[in-house]
């Protein structure tokens, strides 16, 4: 890989060992059912449950955690709040596995997050898509490279939405120091090979669609293997399941995780804009895990669709023998 720091170079390692042991990990962030400070039902973040909730997690053997992305609600979060929930997620971790901080909007305000995380110990951070505006790629390079040469973090591109790099943008981004990977979340996996045989072999590549589980054989057939697990923020022993049978070859328990729980649960996911969040924070609050409802503009489930959800998640718990 080109232009990368003795440190760089040693996360990207960490990443990937990690990536082929486990699912990576995108907790969600603790919200109180309670009115904030100001009274004005807001809920606050609530620190003692989100450390609680995390370590949980990392007990289930996940392969990095990436707090403060999408679904731990990045886009809600104050700077104040930020670093809490980056300062604890490192503390949990306690250099047992990779912690990758969300960052975003403009290149200005990402850099701002960018040095949180990078003072609250983070391992390296994840790029998400910018805010609002469509830019050229000529933008979405320089956005990168604005990044880059404000932190030392090690940083993953991600593309999505209205970002989406082309080949020759590809070869420009591996040229900037410290930039050591692409998180993928088109799902375009003609364009996403090309992107891949024109990248050095040792640049990190995974797959962030939503519910990557249902995509992750056609990643896995141009050779990305590592992906996002929305489902391991609420049920760990399903997402495990799953990534030990897509290891193993195991396509029996594959297609029949695919057909009676993941497929069903996209369908739910597709009924309301944003359940890709506030489900998955409701199927984890069904489960006692102490997250908390989800901040506007997210709205938490409907009777209707929780019991759904809830019925869903009691068959894709039986499906691997585990108990609620």
């Given amino acids: 890989m080109t232009a990368l720091t003795a440190d760089a170079a040693t996360t990207a390692a960490r990443l990937r060992d990690g990536m082929a042991s486990g699912v990576l990990s995108f907790p969600l962030t603790s919200f109180t059912d309670t009115k904030g400070d100001q009274g004005d039902g807001a809920a606050a973040l609530d620190l003692p449950a989100f450390r609680d909730y995390l370590a949980a997690q990392i007990e289930t053997g996940p392969g990095a955690i990436f707090p403060a992305c999408g679904t731990g609600e990045f886009f809600s979060l104050d700077e104040d709040e930020y670093r809490e929930v980056i300062t604890a997620a490192v503390r949990e971790a306690d250099g047992r596995l990779p912690v990758v901080a969300g960052i975003g909007y403009g290149w200005a305000q990402a850099a701002r997050f960018a040095g949180i995380a990078e003072e609250a110990g983070a391992d390296a951070a994840l790029v998400l898509p910018h805010y609002l505006v469509k830019g050229p790629q000529s933008g ?39 930039v050591i990977g692409l998180k993928d979340g088109h799902s375009d996996l003609d364009r996403l090979q090309r992107l891949k045989l024109a990248a050095p072999d040792d640049f990190l590549f ?117 108990t609620r």
């Fill in 140 to 178: 979405l390079v320089e956005q990168i490279r604005q990044i880059a040469a404000r932190t030392r973090l090690p940083l993953i591109a991600y593309q999505r939405d209205q970002v989406a790099f082309t080949i020759d943008s590809l070869r420009e981004l591996v040229r900037i120091p410290g």
């Fill in 206 to 322: 995974f797959n962030g669609a939503a519910t990557a589980e249902v995509q992750a054989r056609p990643y896995a057939s141009i050779g990305i293997t590592a992906y996002s697990s929305a489902v391991h923020a609420f049920a760990p022993e399903i997402a495990n399941a799953f990534f030990t049978a897509q290891r193993d070859g195991d396509d029996a328990t594959v297609e029949r995780l695919l057909r009676d729980f993941y497929v069903p649960l996209v369908e739910l996911r597709d009924r309301v804009p944003g359940y890709a969040v506030s489900l998955v924070k409701a199927a984890a609050r069904l489960r006692g895990r102490p997250v908390g409802p989800v901040r506007a503009p997210l709205a938490d489930p409907g009777p209707d669709d929780l019991a759904d959800l809830e019925a869903l998640l009691t068959t894709g718990l039986d499906l691997v023998g585990a």
